[in-house]
């Protein structure tokens, strides 16, 4: 008679902490949220592609350490954002990200300064680290990229009309994006607010290398 050996049950996985991203629309949704959590961020979302960014090279914090983030998207909720700079009085400016103890501003960066290097002290010092990686989720809608990519490709657009439409999409949207998603997006002309003097200072499409090639590589990235 032959015995099988019991197989080992399978420790039950750990599931990935969520990372806790709350609009705050109105004043009280600020001093709600402030409240609920002694030590938080505000995250004031603008209307480029700086927003974008800023919140990308945030998200890669928060996959590593427990902070709970407000955001507030300026445009839309402009009295949250009012109270904000009155209650800390700290100039608004967007994107803008504040860190907060006890209701209180313990630290503030601004528009292109919100990189790595500013954040890594702060975070260092001040907020704890997770467990285990979390997971931040973002708009992740980059379904009118993909739209303009299969124009593109379709022939429905020329490389200068699809470049024009593509930059100016891309300048304007203030979307809070992953890293993974900016840096996959920047990968076709670089940074938009570097051509300030108009679409003749990005040069001919092609001068990357061959455009169709990289929009059909980016598009299959995309999913």
Known sequence: MTHSTPSQPTPPQQAEPQQVLVALTTPEDVDSFLTAYPLAAVFKAGTCHKTMQGFGVLETFLQRHDLPVGFIRVVDWR?????????????????????????QPQFEVNNWDITPEA??????????RRSAEGTVATDDNVEPYRQLMRAYLDG????????????????????????????????????????????????????????????????????
């Open 119 to 128: 954040l890594a002290p702060v975070f260092e010092a001040q907020v704890p």
């Open 156 to 223: 429905q657009l020329s490389e200068w009309a699809f470049q024009d439409q593509y930059v100016t999409l891309f300048r304007d949207d203030a979307s809070l994006r992953s890293q993974r998603e900016f840096e996959a997006l920047s990968r076709l002309f670089g940074d938009p607010d570097a051509y300030h003097g108009g679409l003749h200072q990005l040069g001919a499409p092609q001068e990357r290398g061959d455009l169709r090639a990289r929009v059909q590589a980016l598009l299959a990235d995309l999913g």
């Open 79 to 103: 009295p949250a954002s009012n109270h904000v700079a009155e209650r800390t009085g700290i100039q608004h400016h967007s994107p803008q990200l504040i860190l907060f103890r006890d209701g």
